[in-house]
């Protein structure tokens, strides 16, 4: 690579070793707890045709990263119309690619289809803290054919949380609410864009009330039904008591009954598997068009700010091939965005910049065989090591352990009769020690998630 200065690029999120360490810990861990549930992995391809990312709904077109091959010219090549090929985008989300692998698919899967899906993606927004280009999102998604049971509903919210308190990100709170309450309840009052007033209301937290309430007069409804959509958007209750605070508002509606049972049954799961853990809370609208029953947020309590870490909900005609559909519901961690705060804010660290528990120390560049015949044993038997760089004084690879956050050092032939030792830097207790016996602690094996700065 040629010299120069290197112009850093905003909006892309790239960790140094140790923080990369503690990316690793929550993958693994969130890949884990999807397994335990019985999610399968998959992964789709990076590009999607325009055509089909802007069947998604909602004012996406600004979010698209379009992909060109340089000097393709005028050449003609592809199966769509003229020959040429489709015009590509980047997914800005695993749903809508997730959609299309089921229809091309379908006659292979086994449904009810549950799945997991760890990958990057790509989205032209504005880069700011918490949001990137480019961001990993951790998905699950049930999907069936023609019809998807209700409980799979309430199973989304409750692997999060199986999840989220395997991981140190502190208390949270998984807000719920169900699209069809505010669609019957705005019907119910005489308004009838639900999507447009749904959109709005999902501006709550960012504008506040008060602007709200202008938009929604701006946008055609009354100032009566302007502050009956409010009144909605206030109820927020831990237990099923938002049933009777929607029935206080005094608007009856089949679509808004239906509703409030399928949140109830939500709510009901988790008060059983993961107390305090859901709430309803009925400002919670999701702006995307394609959402028809429960949809999610999740905050961590302290940094309500950051808005929601992790969202979803169901929908019912998203996958279709004008025959068959495929219902699904699905709920998404954004994980660059957890890491850019919980990282950032030095909130959660690891306890070493490196896998290794163990440095073998050097004695001498001639005898650096029997030191990486050692290092051989200890990985053979699951210990993570390292291999000093140079035959220094061991005074200085002791150093260089320190500073890697690497607790042992191995001392080869450096013991009686020969023998090896391991010491503990952090302690200075040496012993005796056989790498085809040595036990490396258990806590030491790997490296140490770490609260505070």
């Not at 959402?291 to 998203?318: A, I, P």
């Not at 450096?414 to 207790?429: H, N, P, T």
């Not at 085809?436 to 258990?442: I, Q, Y």
């Amino acid at each position: 690579m040629n010299g120069g200065k290197v112009t850093p690029m905003s909006g892309f999120l790239e960790f140094l070793p140790e923080e990369r360490i503690v990316e690793q810990h929550f993958l693994d861990v969130i890949r884990e707890t999807f397994e335990l549930h019985g999610f399968a992995s998959i992964e789709t391809r990076a590009v999607e045709t325009v055509e089909r990312l802007l069947g998604k709904g909602g004012d996406v077109d600004k979010e698209i990263y379009g992909v060109t091959r340089l000097g393709r010219g005028g050449e003609e090549t592809g199966p769509s119309a003229g020959g040429r090929e489709p015009e590509l985008g980047l997914h800005f989300d695993l749903t809508v690619p997730f959609a299309r692998y089921v229809l091309e698919n379908a006659g292979k899967l086994a449904f009810p289809f549950k799945r997991y899906q760890i990958q990057k993606v790509w989205r032209g927004e504005r880069p700011q803290e918490g949001r990137y280009r480019e961001f990993t999102q951790c998905d699950i998604d049930v999907v069936d054919v023609g019809q998807l049971a209700a409980h799979f509903e309430a199973e989304m919210p409750l692997v999060v949380a199986d999840a989220f308190r395997r991981l140190p990100i502190g208390d949270f709170v998984i807000q719920v609410n169900n699209r069809k309450i505010p669609e019957g309840f705005y019907r119910g009052i005489g308004l009838d864009d639900v999507p447009g007033t749904l959109r709005i209301v999902d501006k709550l937290d960012k504008i506040g009330p008060e602007a709200v309430a202008r938009l929604l007069v701006d946008a055609g409804a009354t100032e009566a039904q302007a502050r009956k959509c409010l009144q909605l958007a206030e109820i927020r209750t831990a237990d099923l008591g938002f049933v009777d605070a929607v029935r206080e508002l005094g608007v009856a509606d089949a679509t808004l009954d239906e509703g409030l049972a399928a949140l109830a049954a939500v709510i009901e799961a988790g008060l059983t598997h993961a107390p305090g853990v859901l709430v309803a809370d009925l400002r919670i609208a999701r702006g995307l068009d394609y959402y028809t029953g429960t949809v999610y947020e999740t905050q961590l309590v302290g940094f309500e700010s950051w808005g929601s870490f992790c969202s979803g909900g169901r929908y019912d005609s998203l996958a279709s091939d004008g025959r068959t559909t495929y219902p699904g519901v699905g709920i998404s961690i954004g994980l660059s965005r957890l890491l850019g705060l919980l990282v950032g804010k030095g909130l959660v660290r690891a306890s070493r910049c490196t896998p290794a528990a163990v440095l073998v120390a050097v004695g001498a560049e001639e005898t650096r065989p029997r030191s990486a015949a050692v290092a051989a044993a200890l990985r053979a038997r699951g210990i993570p090591c390292d291999l000093a760089p140079s035959a220094a004084k061991f005074g200085k690879q002791i150093r260089y352990a320190e500073r890697r956050g690497i607790p042992f050092v191995w001392f080869v032939g450096a013991g009686a009769e020969g023998g090896d030792e391991v010491k503990d830097i952090r302690s200075g207790l040496q012993v005796a020690a056989d790498a085809a016996t040595w036990l490396c602690p258990e806590a030491d094996l790997r490296p140490a998630m770490l609260l505070g700065v």
